[in-house]
């Protein structure tokens, strides 16, 4: 699975944004896509996830104010980002996760992709 990610950018706070990401390849039946960020100094998290029939998760600091969506037939996954903030700022990673037969679980990852939100 390769993903390609776009978006991205400089924004002021209270600002938007929205990141869109492409999966290709050989796709799974059952499967998840989502976004991670990494701020400077931090450990990777999770932003926003939705799978394959739909449901999503959020992280807490996020819930409100971003949105995840996908299209199955595209194989697509956008996050529209409002009333951005300068912890927000960070680099996002578009990501796959899909589970095989044996439910055992691939993730893949694209380029990460630059958002700065300035105070």
């Known amino acids: 699975v390769q993903l390609q990610a776009s978006g991205g950018g400089l924004v002021q706070a209270g600002g938007s944004l929205r990141l869109a990401c492409a999966a290709s390849?050989?796709?799974?039946?059952?499967?998840?896509m989502g976004w991670y960020r990494q701020a400077p100094g931090k450990q990777r998290e999770q932003v926003a996830v939705?799978?394959?029939?739909?449901?999503?998760n959020y992280a807490d600091s996020v819930k409100g104010r971003f949105t995840i969506s996908r299209d199955n037939a595209k194989n697509t996954v956008d996050l529209q980002m409002n009333s951005l903030k300068p912890e927000d700022t960070g680099v996002y990673y578009c990501?796959?996760?899909?589970?095989?037969?044996?439910?055992?679980?691939?993730?893949?990852w694209g380029q990460g992709t630059l958002v700065t939100v300035s105070s």
């Open positions: 990501s796959y996760t899909g589970w095989d037969t044996e439910l055992k679980p691939l993730t893949y």
């Open positions: 939705v799978t394959s029939g739909g449901t999503t």
């Open positions: 390849g050989s796709m799974f039946s059952l499967n998840a």
